[in-house]
């Protein structure tokens, strides 16, 4: 994977390059954003992991959305200072979550840094930026 660099101030919805786990074909790189609960779920629970590269100022903001919608109950956020030199791994999940085929969850990302900041892919080959979704019948 490549890094993603996010704008400041600017809502940014992170691309997906690959599955390393792809069950009932949750992930589909047509639509990178996105992981889609297949066909036979009525509930799922969506969990993320963030890691932003080195950069000592500003707050850096986690949300996971259902279907494209802002916060929406029992949707995770997570809102963390910058840390001087250290790169932020955030976490955010969601709680159980009422669902139907076809609903999506995607992972949105902002920063006020003031300038632009890469979002890192992995750490020596350890995935630190990851998303999944896990659905129940």
Same mark, same amino acid.
């Given at each position: 994977? *490549?890094?993603?660099?996010?704008?400041? +101030?600017?809502?940014? =919805?992170?691309?997906?390059?690959?599955?390393? #786990?792809?069950?009932?074909?949750?992930?589909? &790189?047509?639509?990178?954003?996105? =992981? /889609?609960?297949?066909?036979?779920?009525? &509930?799922?629970?969506? #969990?993320? &992991?963030?890691?932003?590269?080195?950069?000592?100022?500003?707050? #850096?903001?986690? #949300?996971? +959305?259902?279907?494209?919608?802002? /916060?929406?109950?029992? =949707?995770?956020?997570?809102? $963390?200072?910058?840390?001087?030199?250290?790169?932020?791994?955030?976490?955010?999940? *969601?709680?159980?979550?009422?669902?139907?085929?076809?609903?999506?969850?995607? $992972? =949105?990302?902002?920063?006020?840094?003031?300038? &632009?900041?890469?979002?890192?892919?992995?750490?020596?080959?350890?995935?630190? /930026?990851?998303?999944?979704?896990?659905?129940?019948?």
């Amino acid at each position: 994977s *490549t890094a993603q660099t996010i704008q400041n +101030n600017t809502a940014t =919805l992170i691309t997906w390059e690959v599955a390393v #786990r792809n069950v009932d074909s949750m992930f589909d &790189a047509a639509s990178p954003t996105r =992981l /889609t609960v297949p066909t036979g779920y009525s &509930a799922a629970e969506a #969990r993320c &992991a963030i890691d932003w590269e080195v950069s000592p100022t500003g707050a #850096r903001n986690i #949300r996971i +959305n259902l279907n494209g919608a802002g /916060t929406t109950y029992g =949707l995770g956020r997570n809102l $963390v200072p910058a840390i001087s030199g250290s790169d932020i791994v955030q976490q955010a999940f *969601t709680s159980f979550v009422p669902v139907v085929p076809g609903d999506y969850f995607e $992972v =949105l990302v902002e920063h006020n840094n003031g300038s &632009a900041i890469d979002i890192s892919p992995d750490v020596a080959g350890g995935y630190v /930026t990851w998303f999944e979704l896990k659905c129940y019948a």
